[in-house]
């Protein structure tokens, strides 16, 4: 059956780094582009940075261009989300998420389109 599985969450001060890891599981890994969202309490769930299934394009919202870098590892069935320059905005939990082809990312990122989902990884940043 298919898997996501997240980790890499934690909790760190203002100005540092995390990188998060999704590893799947059960599908064609590198047919689907991947997406990363996060949900903070009492906040609707965001679209936060996403990736085709070669890796050639990606999509990040506006509040974390520069800081947040998505990647893939095909081979590993591996979907990375680098993020340096945290601030507490950015505490919430992290999903990842598969979307079936054909999928795009480059109208953004639409949770209602993408299939299958992770646990979620907590990441907590501190003043």
């Known amino acids: 059956q298919v898997q996501l599985v997240e980790s890499g969450g934690g909790s760190v001060q203002a100005g540092g780094s995390l990188r998060l890891s999704c590893a799947a599981s059960?599908?064609?890994?590198?047919?689907?582009?991947m997406g990363w969202f996060r949900q903070a309490p009492g906040k609707e769930r965001e679209g936060v940075a996403a990736?085709?299934?070669?890796?050639?394009?990606?999509y990040y919202t506006d509040s974390v261009k520069g800081r947040f870098t998505i990647s893939r590892d095909n081979a590993e069935k591996t979907v990375y989300l680098q993020m340096n320059s945290l601030t507490p905005e950015d505490t919430a939990m992290y999903y990842c998420?598969?979307?079936?082809?054909?999928?795009?990312?480059?109208?953004?990122?639409?949770?209602?389109?993408?299939?299958?989902w992770g646990q979620g990884t907590q990441v907590t940043v501190s003043s």
């Open positions: 059960g599908y064609t890994f590198n047919t689907h582009c």
């Open positions: 998420a598969a979307d079936a082809p054909p999928c795009t990312v480059l109208s953004g990122i639409k949770s209602q389109s993408y299939n299958y």
């Open positions: 990736i085709t299934g070669a890796g050639t394009f990606t």
